[in-house]
Every structure is written in structure tokens, then in C-alpha cells.
């Protein structure tokens, strides 16, 4: 039984009060024993894992929202797969014993040294504020536990390379890291993480400037180094290092000309690179014994063993080793004697006695300085793929940002006091987006009192600001080829750029950008240079104003709008709707004010759509000129409508509104694919009773063919298949529609398990996702009325209705994410079960905190197991 490990909370990582023992020579010659606190003084062995989460920012420029991407298929996005693999798992690690079973849950971020891009902190706290706060909890937890050193540090915004970029934006990417930071964690950064930890002289400059304390670099980074001076040493000899044989175990401190400095630390680069790239995350006994090599064997009194990599790689890259660093974080490295602390804890304690000079420009994932990022230097190379691409791409987005300095400069002279500031603290506004702030920063930095139209163009100006630092994310160099989604993300990003110039300039550069791009070759034939990318698959994800109105326009035919509604960063109101139908064809006509959160921009619509059944469309938009002409128009309509004429309403809509026209192929990809789905339903459901018919005419044959081992018939196979399937997923909604009858629920839980006994006599492979996201909606609902439910005597039959749930995930082999249900069952476990029942005072009699009796405790821990949770100590 592993016991000790029930309460992790009494583990000596969490308390301050853990100490090491020295001997110290006293006065007199004899030996005493010091303890000293290893939080409070530099002593012994330290330990620091830093994680760099990061994912390029994937959002629609248009649109502010990550649309479906195939690739990451079964989930929604990029974005959405690495939660589940790495993010998520992270907020709630798992220490499993030698069965498989919880014995611990972790916030790693609570032990782990983390920076975590602002463009990915935005969409977290989007996805699942539950994994967002426990980060945010995290870092304050790690401040307490550390003397006010919290685990995160800041991280240039968009995750620039630092020495390409001008001095102005240099400094706007520090800053908006900062104020972003600031706005999470409610506290200063004393670190910040660059990207790819690229740096050059300018760059230390600005960090010194912005009060930035230290940066991590690796160790190929460093030149040269040496001891302070010191009164027997005023002059030090120089060590070179330039072959990364700096020591990691300390920190340094790296002075500019005019004699200010910033602190660095450089992490272990072997154990760094064995953790991405070998397996010394498979079992915390392995990476212990492999930091435990790092270890100096000198008389040093403390000494940091620093290690960094991608974030990702904790469950993403590697799956489940999350789990290891849970395990040594809270066990193993304190079983050694090691303190884990963050770079800001250890250079409180221990600051810099060594001074370094860094290499010139130099990055991590670059062998040739930042050649990655603008050359075909090899890095990043995709076999026979060159890369001569880079050079131009840089070029042209160079020749692009400075056009737009032009634009902001001459035309924010207009709006702001001072153009430049207004941009630096535009991060207000990214973070916050509220009206309220909107009106507080413009009131802050306007030159004067601006009209509303003036205040959108200054709106426009900052945006074009926002996406002409965002075209330079550096995601879009790092591979092998232009024409990869990163790629594209960030000619997208100068595509919204350009735009936005033009629309408070009136000067539109896109055929100049466009010339320069096609001396970009792409290593793809289809597209040949990058004008062909920028056309094929930049252009057509471009928006305008008519195209969202489109968008509302023919999804009301299938979504019952509200007066106020949200679709993507537009505020939609309906100001009218009228919709009639006649047999197959429907006519809806309206009008809708749009207005952009982004810019505050808005215009008001006129809108007819005419269904004519199946997938055909015919939408038709015009600006809003009186109600007096919307009121004929919608006269005119209706009446030709009536005479069941699809050639007359189509061409009289042609003549109210002019030939531009909308379709479905117009929508954006999201709503696309769930208005084709809907209207696929009607026929699924015909070829559903299709299917059914044939598999019960058949079913005799086929399970003839199953007892004597044939091959069964395709045909009849996928009948088989696609009938149970149907009947699934009418039991399975029939069952979420009944929660509220014990009995219905019992009896649907039942047909489920037939019809799964069913499916697997018959081998068939159901292909029922839905029913896998049903089914664990319900078994939450079930625990939590179970754990909070306030009569103790349904405990039994609720215990047994939701491992017969369970079960049922099993045999339809859906795959459940039972995680969430986990998490629950072992936080009451501990928080109220095992305190409540099984403390000393409940044993003895002088509690009655216990909601429930022998009997009914029983079939609780029981559950527990089913979940997988170590439950055996109070079972037994």
C-alpha cells in the first residue's frame, strides 16, 4: 500500500519549513550543527524546469476566431488537440500506483518555471477558464511558497525575432508582453522569455530599459565569461565558453556599454535536449538519476540545475510525461534533497559573482545566428525543400511595415498626442475590449475631441499596428516551405494590414507587396511563388462587411436569432425578419445593424435570401437607405414570392438589389459545415431506415455467417453497422432527455447495453461520436448529483446507474474522457469522504460529519475504482 503518498500536501515541497543540515566550526574548534531553510538561504542543490508553452496565434485576422483545422482532426484545431494532450493534463497531473490508479493529482505549473505566449493565454482563457485559473492560481501559489518569486515569467508578445525587428517594435513587443503579463498574473515580470531565445545588444538594451531583472538562453549562446573582480583578483581572466562548455549550474550578469546589466541564466543544454529528444522523461527514477549526473561535486554552497524545453513536450511531443514530472516534483526530488524554485527565487538567493559576454545574434534553434528567420540556411530544411523563400518573404514584409509607419505616422499626427505611445498601450485595449475601455483609452490618448467616425479610423490605425507586428510571428519562417498554414497565418495577418491602410488612407499597396512576394519561390508546383500562395490561400479568407451580413443572412434560415447576437468579433442587431415558406422553397427578408468589436466600425443592412431547397442559396445584400424603400422592396418580394415563380424572385431580387449575390460557399467554414449537415439529415435519416430494413430482413444471414466464420458480406456488414449505430444514438438522446426520471434513465441505461452486446457479437464498428460527448456530460451530471445529493439512501442504485454509464463507454468502445469525473470523485474523496468518515475523531466516535453509514460508504469507494482511484486503504 502506497500510503505516504495519500496527502501530497504533507509533502516537504510544500512547506517552508523544510531545512538542511551543515556542519559549521565553532569557536572553540568543535563542530555544530546549522540548519538552514533552503527557501530563505542558498544551500545545497536546486532544481528548475522551465516549460515554453507556445502556439503560433491561429485566429482568423477577420474574424478574431481559430477556425477548423483538418489536421487536427478529431479536434477542432491545433490549438484544441494540444489542451487535451498537454495543457489540460498538466493543471491536473496524475500520480498513478504500480496499478494504474490515482494517488495524486498536480498543478505541475505550481513546480514548473513557465512562460506561456499571450496570444495562447488569450485563447485558453476563451477554451476553459478552469485550466486558465489553475494557472493563474498556480503562479500565486508558487509566490508564497518562494518569497513572493512566482514560476511565471512574461514572454515577448507574439513571439517576434527580437534582432530582426526595428528598435520601435522591439520595445512594443516587450511592453505588450509586460501589460499582458501584468493583466493575467496581477503582478510585474521579473523575467521574460524571448522567442527562440534570439538575441543581440539592441535587444538587451531594451530589456534593461523596460526593468526586465534576467532572460534564459542556452548555453551555445555564451563567448566568453569570468569571475567579479575582486580585491585579489581586480583583473579576472576570460574563460571561453563559446563551444557551450559554460557551467549552468549559476547564474551571470551581462553588462552593455553604458555599464547597466540584466542577469542570465543558461540551462542545461544535454539534459534540455535529452528531455526533447530521448527518454529520460519515461520514469521519474530516470530523470532524477540523469539530473543527478549535472550535479557539481565541488564544495559550492548551492548550485542550480536548470533545464528548459517547448512546454508541449510534456504530453504533447511525449505523451503522458506529465505524469512524470508530477511524480518528481512532489516525491523524488525532494527524496534527494533537491529545492525546487523558479530563476527568480534562486537569483534572490544567490545573485551573479560571474560576468558573461554573449555571441552577437544568436537563437536557439539556429546554428547560424538568425539565419533561419531570413536565409535558406539549412535550419528547419525539409529534405530535398529549399528554403530560398525566406529572404523575400522578410523583404517584402520589411518593405510592407515600413509603408505602414508612414501611414500611422502621418495620419496618427490626427488622432493621438502621441502616436507611438498610443500603440504601446494599445495592449489595453487587446486585453479588454469592453466599450468602457475602448472610450478610456481613446479619452487618454486622442489629441482632441474626436466624431465617432474619427475614432473608428484611429481604431483602424492601431489595428494595423496590432496585425503589422503580428505578419512577423516567427512561426512563418521556421519550416520548410511558405506555403504551410504558418506561413500563410502571417501573410493573412499583412493582407488585414493592408487593408486597414487603405481604409483610412485610401492607398491600397497590395499589388506592390504582391511583386515583391513573387520573388518567393514555394517548393510546391501548384503554386510556384508567393503571389500564387498570397491568391489561393490568402485572398479567399478576406471579409468585408456585405460577406458577414451574408453569413447572418442565410444562417436564419436555420438559427432562430435573437435581437442581439454574437457572430464571431461582429455585434449583430435585427431590426426586422420576416420569413415564409411555400413547399420546399423558403424567402427570408430583414434588415441588421453589424458592428465590428474590433474597430467599432458598423453599417446597417438590407438582406433577402431564398432557399430553393438542398444546397442552393440565393442571397442578396444592399446598404440600408430608408424605410420607406425597405418597405416596398419587402412588398415587392413577398408578392413574387407568392406566385411560386423560382426564375420571377430570383430575378426580381437581381433587380432590387443588383447581380452581386451570395451562397452557402460564401459562409464561413464553421456555420458552412453545420447548415450542411442539417440539411444532410433528412436524407441520413431516410438511408438509416434503409440500412434498418435490410439488417432486419438479413439479420439471420449474417449471423449465419458469423457462427460458421465466414467473411461476412460488406453490404450487409454496413447495414448491420449503421443500423445499431442509429439506434444508438436514439436510446443515447432518449436517455439525456429522461435525467429527470430514475426509472426512464434505468431503462434506456439497459436497451444501451443490449444494443452494445449486439454490436460486438456482430463485430461491428459503430461510429457514434456523439454519443461519446452525450455519455460524458451525463456521467458528470450523475456524479455530481451523487456527491451532493442530499438523501444518502439512493446512494446504491445512483453508484450502480453510473458504473452501468461507464461501463457503457467501455463496451461501445466510444474512448470516454473521464478525466473531469476523475478530478471530481477525488476531490470530494479527500476534501469531504476520507476527512468526514475516516479521520481519528469519526473512528472514534466524536464526529458525525459522515453523510453516510457502512453500508452506503461502501459502494461510493467502489466507484472510486471504477475511476481508476486508489480507494483501497479505506476499503479494506
Not at 687 to 692: I, N, S, V
Not at 783 to 789: A, D, E, K, P, S
Not at 805 to 819: K, M, N, S, V
Amino acid at each position: 500500500m502506497i500510503s505516504a503518498a495519500k496527502n501530497l500536501a504533507t509533502s516537504s515541497i510544500h512547506s517552508n519549513k523544510e531545512v538542511k543540515v551543515t556542519l559549521d566550526t565553532k569557536s572553540d574548534g568543535c563542530l555544530e550543527e546549522v540548519k538552514h531553510d533552503p527557501l530563505q538561504i542558498a544551500t545545497g542543490v536546486y532544481v528548475t524546469i522551465h516549460g515554453h508553452f507556445y502556439q503560433p496565434p491561429r485566429e482568423n485576422p477577420y474574424l478574431d476566431s481559430v477556425e477548423r483545422q483538418a489536421s487536427a482532426h478529431p479536434f477542432h484545431d491545433w490549438n484544441e488537440r494540444i489542451y487535451y494532450e498537454c495543457y489540460r493534463p498538466n493543471a491536473f497531473a496524475r500520480i498513478l500506483n504500480d496499478c494504474g490508479e490515482v494517488i495524486g493529482i498536480v498543478n505541475n505549473y505550481e513546480y514548473l518555471s513557465f512562460n506561456i505566449g499571450p496570444t495562447l493565454m488569450s485563447w485558453l482563457e476563451r477554451y476553459d477558464p478552469e485550466v486558465y485559473q489553475r494557472i493563474i492560481e498556480a503562479d500565486r501559489q508558487s509566490c508564497e511558497r518562494l518569497n513572493g518569486h512566482g514560476n511565471a515569467i512574461a514572454q515577448v508578445y507574439n513571439h517576434i525575432i527580437m534582432p530582426l525587428a526595428n528598435e520601435r517594435d522591439k520595445y512594443t513587443q516587450i511592453r505588450w508582453g509586460k501589460a499582458d503579463f501584468r493583466s493575467r498574473f496581477g503582478r510585474d515580470p521579473e523575467g521574460m522569455w524571448l522567442a527562440e531565445t534570439a538575441v543581440d545588444d539592441e535587444t538587451l538594451k531594451a530589456l534593461i530599459d523596460e526593468k526586465i531583472r534576467f532572460i534564459i538562453l542556452a548555453p551555445s549562446q555564451a563567448e566568453r565569461c569570468r569571475p567579479f573582480a575582486t580585491e585579489d583578483d581586480p583583473e579576472p581572466q576570460w574563460h571561453e565558453v563559446g563551444g557551450s562548455q559554460i557551467d549552468p549550474t549559476r547564474p551571470y550578469r551581462c553588462f552593455i556599454e553604458d555599464g547597466r546589466y540584466i542577469d542570465i541564466f543558461f540551462y542545461d543544454g544535454p539534459i534540455s535536449r535529452d528531455m526533447g529528444f530521448n527518454d529520460v522523461l519515461k520514469t521519474g527514477e530516470h530523470f532524477v538519476g540523469r539530473i543527478g549526473q549535472a550535479i557539481k561535486g565541488d564544495r559550492r554552497p548551492s548550485q542550480l540545475i536548470s533545464v528548459a524545453t517547448d512546454g508541449e513536450t510534456f504530453g504533447h511531443h511525449k505523451g503522458g510525461t506529465e505524469k512524470c514530472l508530477a511524480y518528481v516534483f512532489t516525491q523524488k526530488f525532494a527524496s534527494q534533497g533537491w529545492t525546487v524554485t523558479n530563476f527568480a527565487h534562486y537569483l534572490s538567493l544567490s545573485p551573479p559573482t560571474w560576468e558573461v559576454v554573449l555571441k552577437p545574434v544568436t537563437a536557439w534553434s539556429c546554428s547560424h545566428g538568425v539565419d533561419r528567420w531570413q536565409h535558406d540556411c539549412g535550419c528547419g530544411g525539409g529534405g530535398e525543400w529549399h528554403q530560398k523563400w525566406r529572404r523575400p518573404l522578410r523583404d517584402s514584409l520589411n518593405w510592407l511595415r515600413d509603408r505602414l509607419i508612414e501611414i500611422y505616422e502621418e495620419m496618427g499626427r490626427q488622432f493621438f498626442s502621441d502616436p507611438w505611445l498610443a500603440r504601446d498601450e494599445y495592449i489595453q485595449v487587446i486585453c479588454d475590449r469592453s466599450p468602457e475601455q475602448v472610450e478610456h483609452f481613446l479619452a487618454t490618448h486622442q489629441c482632441r475631441s474626436l466624431t465617432p467616425e474619427e475614432q473608428i479610423d484611429a481604431l483602424r490605425l492601431l489595428e494595423m499596428q496590432r496585425h503589422a507586428l503580428l505578419m512577423f510571428t516567427s512561426c512563418g519562417w521556421f519550416f520548410e516551405e511558405i506555403s504551410r498554414p504558418e506561413g500563410v497565418q502571417i501573410l493573412r495577418y499583412a493582407s488585414r494590414a493592408l487593408e486597414l491602410a487603405a481604409e483610412v488612407s485610401g492607398v491600397y499597396w497590395q499589388q506592390e507587396f504582391l511583386f515583391r512576394l513573387a520573388q518567393a519561390p514555394s517548393n510546391v508546383d501548384l503554386f510556384g511563388e508567393g503571389t500564387e500562395v498570397y491568391r489561393q490561400l490568402v485572398a479567399p479568407a478576406q471579409i468585408e462587411f456585405r460577406q458577414v451580413a451574408a453569413h447572418y443572412a442565410i444562417s436564419s434560415l436555420f438559427t432562430n436569432y435573437l435581437s442581439q447576437e454574437q457572430v464571431y468579433c461582429y455585434a449583430a442587431e435585427q431590426l426586422d425578419y420576416q420569413k415564409q415558406q411555400m413547399g420546399v422553397f423558403t424567402l427570408a427578408v430583414g434588415q441588421v445593424r453589424l458592428t465590428s468589436e474590433i474597430t467599432r466600425e458598423n453599417r446597417h443592412f438590407v438582406f433577402a435570401v431564398f432557399h430553393l431547397g438542398g444546397w442552393d442559396f440565393h442571397c442578396c445584400i444592399q446598404s440600408f437607405t430608408g424605410r420607406l424603400a425597405y418597405s416596398q422592396l419587402k412588398q415587392q418580394l413577398f408578392d413574387t414570392f407568392q406566385q411560386a415563380s423560382v426564375a420571377q424572385t430570383i430575378l426580381v431580387m437581381n433587380q432590387l438589389f443588383g447581380d452581386c449575390y451570395f451562397n452557402l460557399q460564401h459562409l464561413f467554414a464553421e456555420e458552412r459545415h453545420r447548415i450542411i449537415q442539417q440539411l444532410t439529415d433528412t436524407t441520413k435519416k431516410h438511408l438509416d431506415q434503409l440500412y434498418t430494413q435490410v439488417y432486419r430482413e438479413n439479420y439471420s444471414i449474417l449471423v449465419a455467417f458469423q457462427r460458421e466464420n465466414l467473411p461476412v458480406p460488406q453490404e450487409l456488414q454496413v447495414a448491420a453497422e449503421v443500423a445499431i449505430a442509429h439506434r444508438c444514438l436514439q436510446t443515447i438522446s432518449s436517455l439525456e432527455q429522461a435525467v429527470d426520471d430514475p426509472q426512464e434513465m434505468d431503462n434506456y441505461l439497459a436497451e444501451l447495453a443490449a444494443i452494445a452486446t449486439e454490436a460486438n457479437h456482430l463485430h461491428c464498428q459503430l461510429n457514434v461520436p456523439e454519443a461519446k460527448k452525450t455519455l460524458e456530460q451525463l456521467i458528470l451530471r450523475f456524479l455530481r448529483q451523487l456527491l451532493y445529493n442530499d438523501d444518502p439512501a439512493t446512494v446504491e442504485t445512483d453508484v450502480q446507474r453510473l458504473e452501468a454509464a461507464i461501463d457503457l463507454g467501455r463496451e461501445l468502445h466510444l474512448g470516454l474522457f473521464l478525466d473531469r469525473a476523475q478530478e471530481i470523485y477525488y476531490h470530494y474523496l479527500h476534501q469531504h469522504i476520507v476527512p468526514d468518515c475516516f479521520s481519528a475523531e469519526t473512528q472514534n466516535g466524536s464526529s458525525n460529519g459522515c453523510r453516510w453509514d457502512l453500508i452506503q460508504i461502501k459502494p461510493l469507494l467502489r466507484l472510486g475504482q471504477k475511476l481508476a482511484i486508489d480507494v483501497r486503504t479505506w476499503l479494506e
